[in-house]
Every structure is written in C-alpha cells, then in structure tokens.
C-alpha cells in the first residue's frame, strides 16, 4: 500500500477513520464493540406479536445504537462486515439453542425486512441487505418484500399507528413469488431452508408482523425474526 504525506495510505481514505459504534479513532470497529456485539442474544416481547420469537443482539444503545445510524443515515457502508458477522455469531448461537434447525438439515435463508424504495436509494442500497449477505453469503438472502408507495415513516408514530401504516403496506417482491414457488416445488422436500426475518431495530414489532404475515401467506413459514438491536 503506497504512503501518502502525513504517513496516510490510500486506505485511510477510502475507509472511515473512527470506530462505528463508539467513535474511537484508529479503527472501523474497536475491540471493545466488538465484544460487546458477541454477547448472547436476548428474547424481545414486541408489542406487536408476529407470531415467531424475536431475537436481538442486544438493546438499541451504545454501540449497536450508534452503528445503525452511522450505517443508515451517514453512509457506512463499511460497518456492514461487524455487523454482519455479529449476526452470523447470533444464527450459530441461536442453532446451539436449539432454535433453529441444524444448518445441515435446513440451512438459514435470510430475508431482509422491507424498507421503502425512495429510502433505499437515498441511503445507496438497503443496509439489511448488506448485513444479511455478510452473515450468510448472497446466495442465501432472498429480497423477497417491498413497501408499498404511500406507507409513512414509522418514527414518532405509536404501536398502534405503525400497525395502521402498515397494513397492505408489505407485499412480496419478484423475488419472493420465485421463492414461494420453489418451496412449493417437489425439490424444495429435499432441500429444507429455515427462513429468518432480519431487521435493524424492532420498536413496536409491527414491522415484523405485516412482514409474517405477508411471507407466511404466500407459504413461506418464517422460523424467526433476527434484529440488530431491540427497544423497550
């Protein structure tokens, strides 16, 4: 790597100078979050039931926190490798748990919570999407939801209010009438997937649910949700 004055390389550029869930300097992502994003995850008791248990990595503070907004609304796109690997670490976890079935018997297939269009392209892609393929690899995420036009932002609206916006709001993607036929398709009995709902945050759990109840209605039966960090 060639040096630039101020003893910089052409990295250092590229790649942001401080710690995405802390601020430290040095580092994309320190030690100290790292660690903190390997801790065991925890059962939420959204407001909102999907019907499926909801598994976070940890609270929404701190680092995890921090990291969704610099990766949501400040453009690092970087930070989706310790976190992706910090869901990969929670798929393991949750498997050793016996929550998911053996990767062997019926590997994870993830799919990413919908999020609008116009979002999407202002951020330079779905960050979800990216976390997901980092913790499983691309062959293995379905995009299979979209939001509808017309469904608001959920901030500073009430459980009850998100459940409104949301209804009819999620539909199934290309993509996930491909997928829904081929687990309806005779080789889909031979080759079992586990699907798992991944989101950033759960506030209330609406999200969640309409996206359930939208993938389980088109027969794709979701085993679990998988979030970044949970509210409350």
């Not at 950033?200 to 609406?206: F, L, M, P, Q, Y």
Request: charged content about 20%; aromatic content about 2%.
């Amino acid at each position: 790597m060639r040096t630039l004055p101020g003893s910089r390389t052409l990295l250092d550029l590229i790649l942001p100078g401080e710690c995405g869930g802390c601020g430290a300097p040095g580092a994309q992502w320190c030690h100290s979050c790292a660690a903190e994003l390997a801790d065991d995850p925890v059962l939420l008791q959204p407001r909102v039931d999907p019907g499926v248990a909801v598994w976070a990595l940890g609270p929404y503070s701190g680092p995890r926190r921090r990291a969704v907004i610099a990766a949501k609304e400040r453009g690092r796109r970087d930070l989706a490798v310790p976190l992706g690997s910090a869901v990969a670490g929670t798929l393991a976890r949750l498997h050793q748990w016996g929550e998911l079935q053996p990767p062997e018997v019926a590997p994870v297939v993830l799919v990413p919570a919908p999020t609008r269009s116009r979002a999407a392209r202002m951020r330079g892609g779905d960050p979800v999407t990216r976390i997901a393929i980092v913790a499983v690899g691309a062959t293995r995420v379905c995009p299979a939801l979209t939001m509808r036009r017309g469904v608001r932002d959920s901030v500073g609206l009430s459980a009850d209010q998100r459940r409104v916006n949301l209804e009819g709001g999620v539909i199934l993607t290309r993509s996930g009438h491909r997928f829904a036929r081929h687990l309806s398709s005779d080789s889909a009995v031979r080759q079992r997937k586990t699907v798992v709902l991944i989101d950033d945050v759960s506030t209330t759990g609406a999200t969640a649910a309409e996206s359930v109840r939208v993938l389980s209605g088109a027969g794709i039966a979701v085993a679990s949700v998988v979030v970044l960090a949970g509210v409350g």
